[in-house]
């Protein structure tokens, strides 16, 4: 830590929520430093086609995203490195990284460490991603539109993308393990009412079937024990994410799920600490609300600096 310097604010995770913070840091005249592990863009960078962010009429791909953000951030002078976090002490005025690349020291820090898609387990799923493999139906759902797709799982977030890609494909499965969803009420109304959703209950998914591109899946049922294949163009895997918070286990408050908790201020627990994007307890995860985060949490630490706010 000798040779850098105390920078203003560490920005941990360079997806779009923390290459925000960082551009609006940058802009404010705040020395800013990056932390990222492997390259810029988190999950985004994953997405084939973002058509739902404003500005581009034709969609834009996820890692070009990324880039253009990360460029834009570093030319207004914040600085980039590649490195992973392997400790914080987040708990002094001064917050000190540990890191693959040593160890660096900021008076904020902006937590913008995502959470991954938890995926089925099944082997191929990797490879099948963004090749008929999903995770999010508001990213990829409309290059299913008139197709038939599988949604898997029974939660809020399972129930909310079934119900949008009913507007969006010709027919929706929805297989979930038990026989009766644990989403909300509210969602199980507008679910029985929609003519091009099937469910299949007391099943689980236990292969992908493929030809390089999905082309169906495998179901057990839980209750007889029978396995048919069903074909069909897309999974959509909603059975939960994993926050990426275990190295402040201890440190900060996290929720049930293990989600930093921080409000629309986007400060945790601890000050002059900050949670950006799909890390935090928020009800949409998407790139324009982790983007909206990383321009609240500079304000904020403006005011925390200045010695006006937590």
């Not at 779009?16 to 990222?36: D, I, K």
């Not at 089925?120 to 038939?148: F, Q």
């Not at 292969?207 to 029978?226: C, E, F, I, S």
Request: glycine letters at 10%; proline letters at 4%.
């Amino acid at each position: 830590m000798a040779q850098n310097p105390v920078y203003d604010m560490i920005v941990v995770g360079g997806g779009p929520g923390g290459y925000t913070a960082a551009l609006y840091a940058a802009r404010a005249g705040l020395n800013v430093l990056v932390l990222e592990k492997l390259s810029a863009g988190g999950q985004m960078a994953l997405t084939e086609t973002i058509d739902n962010y404003p500005g581009f009429a034709q969609g834009v791909d996820g890692f070009t995203l990324a880039e253009t953000m990360q460029q834009q951030a570093e030319r207004f002078g914040a600085r980039s490195e590649y490195a992973e976090v392997t400790a914080l002490d987040l708990t002094a005025d001064l917050k000190v990284l540990q890191t693959s690349a040593g160890a660096f020291a900021a008076r904020t820090v902006v937590l913008a460490t995502g959470a991954d898609p938890r995926p089925l387990g099944l082997p191929d799923e990797e490879a099948l991603t963004g090749r008929g493999v999903a995770y999010c139906a508001a990213c990829d759902g409309m290059r299913y539109k008139g197709k038939t797709v599988v949604v898997v799982g029974g939660g809020n977030s399972a129930a909310e993308d079934a119900l949008l890609l009913t507007r969006i494909a010709r027919k929706v499965i929805l297989v979930h393990r038990r026989d009766t969803l644990r989403a909300t009420k509210i969602y199980h109304e507008p679910l029985r009412q929609a003519e091009n959703l099937e469910f299949r209950w007391n099943s689980v998914v236990t292969a992908l079937l493929h030809d390089g591109q999905l082309n169906g899946v495998r179901l057990r049922d839980l209750t007889t024990g029978a396995e048919t294949e069903l074909p069909c163009d897309a999974v959509f895997v909603s059975v939960g994410r994993q926050p990426a918070t275990e190295l402040v286990a201890g440190q900060l408050e996290r929720d049930a799920a293990g989600y930093l908790v921080a409000d629309e201020t986007t400060r945790t627990s601890l000050p002059g600490v900050f949670a950006v994007g799909d890390v935090r307890t928020k009800p949409l995860r998407q790139v324009v609300t982790a983007v909206a985060d990383g321009a609240v949490a500079v304000h904020m630490a403006e005011q925390y600096l200045a010695g006006g706010a937590l």
